[in-house]
């Protein structure tokens, strides 16, 4: 049980240290290494999560500027696309790009046609989604490092690889929270077998290194 409480504390500090953006070089090395092992998606679909999210990312925000405001998040190579985009025209063409990238297996085009959210409302997406973050690290039974949760306009949007007693969980720890007006859920649903081969998995994967992806 200490153990427990001594992984998850470590794990809160690191991300409130994320958040912060303070102290990211001291606890970089021990945040890739916690990240991996956590994390159901083997090293390689993580590398391939950043790829498309930096790859989209980059493209639709040269592509479009001040007429969209387009987030996107990987999790297993399922893609989500949140934000405001100008017209239907933006938000159609956003998501074909992304629809075509090769490593995206599915993709959820959330967007809201309409201006660009304040950044006030921004702040107020960023303050939901860690406060939601915080509450599933500290719930018990839920692998908080293989999900992914993002706010949007006060929704929120849950992915990541968990069987369905977790799922059913997460999203009522996400619906449960404060200041939600929605919640979305994209998982991608293991059994319990799978679950146990995966986190076995990263168990014996403790003493590699990790090392963040390079990009070309």
Same mark, same amino acid.
């Given at each position: 049980?200490q153990?427990?409480?001594a992984?998850?504390?470590?794990?809160v500090?690191?991300?409130?240290?994320?958040?912060?953006?303070c102290?990211?070089?001291?606890?970089?090395?021990?945040?890739?290494?916690?990240?991996? /092992?956590? @994390?159901?998606?083997?090293p *390689? +679909?993580?590398?391939i999560?950043?790829?498309?999210?930096?790859?989209?990312?980059?493209?639709?925000?040269?592509? $479009?500027?001040?007429?969209?405001h387009?987030?996107?998040?990987s999790?297993?190579?399922? +893609?989500?696309?949140?934000?405001?985009?100008? @017209?239907? @025209?933006?938000?159609g063409?956003?998501?074909a790009?992304?629809?075509?990238?090769?490593?995206a297996? %599915?993709?959820?085009?959330?967007? +809201?046609? #309409?201006?660009? &959210?304040?950044?006030?409302?921004?702040?107020? =997406?960023?303050?939901?989604? %860690?406060?939601?973050?915080?509450?599933?690290?500290f719930?018990e039974?839920?692998? %908080?490092n293989?999900? *992914?949760?993002?706010a949007?306009? *006060? &929704?929120?949007?849950?992915?990541?690889?968990?069987?369905?007693?977790?799922? @059913? /969980?997460?999203?009522?720890?996400?619906?449960? *929270?404060?200041g +939600?007006?929605?919640?979305?859920v994209?998982?991608?649903?293991?059994s319990?077998?799978?679950?146990?081969?995966? =986190?076995?998995q #990263?168990?014996?994967?403790?003493?590699?290194?990790?090392s963040?992806?390079? $990009?070309?």
């Amino acid at each position: 049980m200490q153990i427990k409480l001594a992984s998850k504390l470590l794990t809160v500090l690191i991300f409130i240290s994320f958040l912060s953006g303070c102290g990211v070089l001291a606890v970089g090395g021990v945040a890739a290494t916690a990240t991996v /092992l956590a @994390d159901r998606r083997s090293p *390689s +679909v993580q590398a391939i999560d950043k790829g498309i999210e930096l790859q989209a990312g980059n493209a639709l925000d040269k592509r $479009f500027g001040d007429n969209a405001h387009i987030n996107i998040t990987s999790f297993n190579q399922k +893609v989500l696309i949140t934000g405001e985009a100008k @017209d239907a @025209d933006i938000k159609g063409e956003a998501g074909a790009y992304v629809k075509a990238m090769k490593n995206a297996r %599915s993709t959820f085009n959330e967007l +809201v046609i #309409g201006p660009n &959210s304040t950044y006030t409302a921004r702040a107020n =997406d960023s303050y939901l989604e %860690s406060k939601i973050k915080t509450q599933m690290i500290f719930t018990e039974q839920l692998p %908080s490092n293989s999900m *992914s949760i993002v706010a949007e306009g *006060s &929704s929120v949007y849950l992915m990541g690889i968990l069987t369905q007693k977790e799922a @059913d /969980l997460a999203k009522k720890v996400a619906s449960n *929270s404060s200041g +939600v007006k929605e919640v979305f859920v994209y998982f991608d649903i293991i059994s319990e077998a799978e679950k146990a081969r995966l =986190d076995k998995q #990263g168990k014996a994967d403790e003493s590699q290194p990790a090392s963040p992806p390079k $990009f070309q």
